[in-house]
């Protein structure tokens, strides 16, 4: 990923300026949330914010599913790195055939080249009327050399961006809705903090992104479905291609030399649950970060890994979970935690525990085999 010539779109102004993109998909969302009201219909939350990363109407869960399928194979082309050019070497008919788990999968790559294609050829004028053009025309403008403006080597960047930021952000999403239903003081706590900014469910949509960041529950409750949802699981290496890595134990003082082009990886798993920095580290516990000692745990928390490599889409994804979850829980509420002017309630069906907690690293955590996702059933208030 060519990070200079991305920077510019994921800056915290260029996120302030696609509020009302966002806030566009959050009312579609919101809009059909409303129609599950007293259907007996199971709404899938899992499902609903992976649409809402990735644009599929309906909530339709192929892509989702796809893109699951396909990071399952990670390990394998993690430590076998050509299994991945013999996948794209081979027919699309044929991967479909021998997965058809992947159809979607193949199809986003159909679109995303065709798009390209027609950037390439001049021929895309959907940018024209926005006040930016799109992020490709950033990376063919840019002085990057040719090989790196292939239309194939582009193409992999627009699924590289797709699917970095639609299961991340909905798994975070969903993991927040699973522990707010669980725990009615909570998430009454978010209640009451958001209707100090948005008095009237009129309100929802119109305030600012800033103003949002700025509630310390929300912000608190975010950090926290953050720590427990790790981001991506897998242990991110790094290679130090010319210099020895040098860490010192501070505890026992012993200095370890880690030589040239040795590849070492650490997972956010194991760091978000040290019990010395968040004690009860498998508890749902926003007050950890409102406490007097909370600023200092931020450096602890890795979801979105640090330093040069980390996640290019970081202000996107805070302004999302931010701006989605202050239109959910201003006018959603569960049996035990509501506000007087709220449009209805949400109760978990058949989802427990087990469909949030990790049970296997497949890139991102997985929880257990054969989840349905976090399900809820629509009432009226
Ligand atoms: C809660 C949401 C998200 C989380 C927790 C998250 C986390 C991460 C992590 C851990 C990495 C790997 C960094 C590394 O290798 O050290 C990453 C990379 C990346 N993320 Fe995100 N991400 C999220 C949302 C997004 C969004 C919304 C986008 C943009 C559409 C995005 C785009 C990317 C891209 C393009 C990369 C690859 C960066 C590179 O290789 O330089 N992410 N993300």
Known sequence: MRRSALNPYFSMASVTRLQPVVQERLDVMLKRMNEFKNTGEVLNMSYMFSALGNETPDFDPSSRDAALVGLNSIHIMKHIPWVYDVMKALPDGLVQWLQPALASFLELKRTARAQIENIIDGENEEWRGKDHPTIFHAILDSKLPSVEKTVERLTEEAQV???????????????????????????????????????????????????????????????????????????????????????????????????????????????????????????????????????????????????????????????????????????????????????????LFETDIRDVEIEADSFIPTPQKGTKGIRVKVYKS
């Not at 949509?205 to 427990?228: D, F, M, N, Q, W």
């Open 161 to 347: 961006l797709v699917m970095a930021g639609t299961l991340t952000t909905a798994s975070t999403l969903e993991l927040m809705v699973f522990w707010l239903l669980k725990q009615p003081a909570t998430l009454q706590t978010l209640k009451n903090e958001l209707r100090t900014v948005m008095p009237s469910v009129t309100d929802i949509g119109k305030v600012s992104l800033a103003t949002l960041e700025a509630l310390p529950y929300l912000t608190a409750v975010i950090k926290e479905g953050l720590r427990l949802g790790y981001g991506v699981s897998t242990r991110l290496q790094r290679i130090d291609p010319e210099k020895p890595v040098v860490f010192t134990d501070k505890a026992t003082g012993k200095e370890w030399i880690i030589p040239p082009k040795t590849s070492v990886g650490m997972t956010s798993v194991q760091l978000h649950h040290n019990e010395e920095n968040f004690p009860d580290s498998k508890k749902f516990l926003p007050e950890r970060w409102l406490q007097a000692e909370g600023k200092k745990l931020d450096k602890y928390l890795v979801s979105f890994c640090k330093g040069s490599r980390s996640c290019v889409g970081i202000n996107l994804a805070y302004g999302e979970l931010y701006l989605t979850m202050a239109c959910i829980w201003r006018i959603w509420g569960s049996r035990d935690a509501t506000l007087s002017d709220d449009v209805g309630v949400l109760s």
